[in-house]
Structure formats: structure tokens, C-alpha cells
């Protein structure tokens, strides 16, 4: 039983706390003290493995890439305003995954799962004029939201402005 509960404690605690390691999770709950009692942690090598495994396996599902963040504010009323600017943004672009995120102390509206700041940039083209002020972040992007997004593909117009250069024809005499 007494493995089962500290099997139970590791691996929340490692499915809670992303980067954190299994030496820094029994610290910390080593640390814990309730009224004068301490919490002892007996480790079974058994345990240390499962929760290696979680975590090898949660990285393995993230990848780095870029979101746009279209909007970023930390005012009285920011947390209603990203959400309205999530609503809006969803139907003008349904094709596209919105994300709401607070970072301290900001409410961030980003979108899309983008794996190359290229792909990003193409994007923040798209939306630059309904949202001037966007710009490009470095975020994780899990698998998942890679393989059910409502990607769309990317379509390059037939000629880009100024590309296009007419050559004059040079006839022999």
C-alpha cells in the first residue's frame, strides 16, 4: 500500500510539474511540514523508473515553434478582453488554433502552431491587418494540437508584387 501511495504522489507530482525531476519533487515534498510533521519519501527504484518514463514520453509529444500573439494585455479588464478577442478571432479565422494564456501579469491571446519562424511569419502576414500589433513567440506546441488543428494550406499567389520583371526582347539584325 505504502508503495502504491508514493507511487501515486511521484507520478502526479511528475504529471503537475513539467521539468521538474523526480530529486526535485521528493525535496520538495521533504520540505512540506503540516503542524510539525515531516514528510519522509522511501523511493523504490520501481518508482524512479515509472516516472522517468512519464516524462520521456511527455517530451517526446512537444516540440518547439512559434505562435502569433495578437493581443497582450495586463489592464483591470484584460482577462474579458482577451476572451473577446479569442471569440472574434475564432470566427474571422476557424481554420486557425486560438489559444488563451495567462503569463503573469498578462492575458495573451496567440495562435496558430507554427513549426518554422517561416511558417509563423506567413502567418503573421495574414493577420497583420486585423491585428497590426502582432508579433511572433517562441512557445512549445504539443503533437496533438499539430495533428488535429484545422490547418490550412499554404497558397502563394500566382505573382508576387514586383516579381514580376518584363524583359525586352533583343532581335538580331
Avoid: W
Avoid at 516524462?55 to 484584460?78: T, W
Amino acid at each position: 500500500m505504502k508503495r502504491f501511495l508514493v507511487l501515486m504522489i511521484a507520478l502526479m507530482g511528475a504529471t503537475t510539474a513539467m521539468a521538474q525531476s523526480i530529486d526535485a519533487l521528493v525535496l520538495s515534498l521533504e520540505e512540506r511540514a503540516v503542524a510539525g510533521n515531516k514528510i519522509s519519501v522511501v523511493e523504490d527504484s520501481e518508482t524512479r523508473a515509472a516516472v522517468s518514463i512519464v516524462e520521456a514520453q511527455r517530451r517526446a509529444k512537444e516540440v518547439s515553434g512559434f505562435r502569433i500573439v495578437i493581443f497582450s494585455n495586463n489592464g483591470q479588464y484584460a482577462g474579458d478582453n482577451a476572451e473577446e478577442v479569442l471569440t472574434k478571432f475564432r470566427e474571422s479565422f476557424p481554420h486557425i488554433n486560438a489559444y488563451l494564456v495567462y503569463e503573469s501579469p498578462y492575458f495573451k491571446v496567440s495562435v496558430g502552431d507554427c513549426l518554422s519562424m517561416e511558417e509563423a511569419q506567413i502567418l503573421m502576414a495574414e493577420l497583420l491587418p486585423q491585428y497590426p500589433k502582432a508579433y511572433p513567440k517562441r512557445e512549445i506546441i504539443s503533437y496533438e494540437h499539430l495533428t488535429t488543428s484545422h490547418r490550412a494550406p499554404i497558397s502563394m499567389p500566382d505573382s508576387l508584387p514586383g516579381a514580376s520583371v518584363d524583359v525586352p526582347r533583343i532581335e538580331q539584325m
